[in-house]
């Protein structure tokens, strides 16, 4: 016995096959040609030992030689802690955040710096601030109440 599927039926078949196809092939192209995928081998810590984990327990900028500098974060409902950093134009930093409490976002706008800030987790981001201004750090991960108001602030000059 052969089912019957309606005409229309089956073009709308086809139609979501072919879009999970193609979308299984964009998936694939951004993976392996781009090169794009989720941030993996990261660092682990205590979150409840934040504080007194190294170099958590200084966070701030540190300069490791002329135009190349790494800044550790810690972000904590709701603020950012360093609050403001700066650094001159030119200037490549690699920004390390961690969680004592709940997930944040950890945004720079105008740049692709876009990362969770997981509590256990330490993660990473570079960027190379080639313009002068005032760059806005952001929290995009609701974390509760204050949310709104989490924010730092990079001083590039
Ligand atoms: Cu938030």
């Not at 193609?22 to 090169?35: G, S």
């Not at 993660?123 to 190379?128: L, M, Q, V």
Request: hydrophobic residues 45%; contains cysteine.
């Amino acid at each position: 016995m052969r089912m019957h599927v309606h005409r229309y039926e089956r073009w709308w078949m086809t139609f979501g096959f072919s879009m999970l196809v193609l979308f299984l092939c964009i998936i694939f192209f951004a993976a392996f040609a781009d090169n794009m995928n989720p941030p993996s081998g990261l660092q682990q810590i205590d979150p409840t030992r934040v504080a007194q984990t190294p170099p958590f327990d200084h966070p701030g900028l540190r300069r490791l030689s002329d135009g190349k500098y790494e800044v550790y974060y810690v972000a904590q409902i709701f603020s950012f802690n360093p609050q403001t950093v700066t650094i001159p134009a030119g200037s490549t930093v690699t920004f390390y955040a961690t969680s004592p409490d709940v997930v944040h976002g950890f945004s720079i706008v105008d740049t692709d710096v876009n990362m969770m800030v997981i509590p256990g987790w330490v993660n990473a981001a570079s960027h190379t601030f080639r313009r002068p201004g005032t760059y806005l750090l952001l929290c995009n991960e609701y974390c509760g109440i204050g949310h709104a108001n989490m924010a730092a602030k990079i001083e590039v000059q």
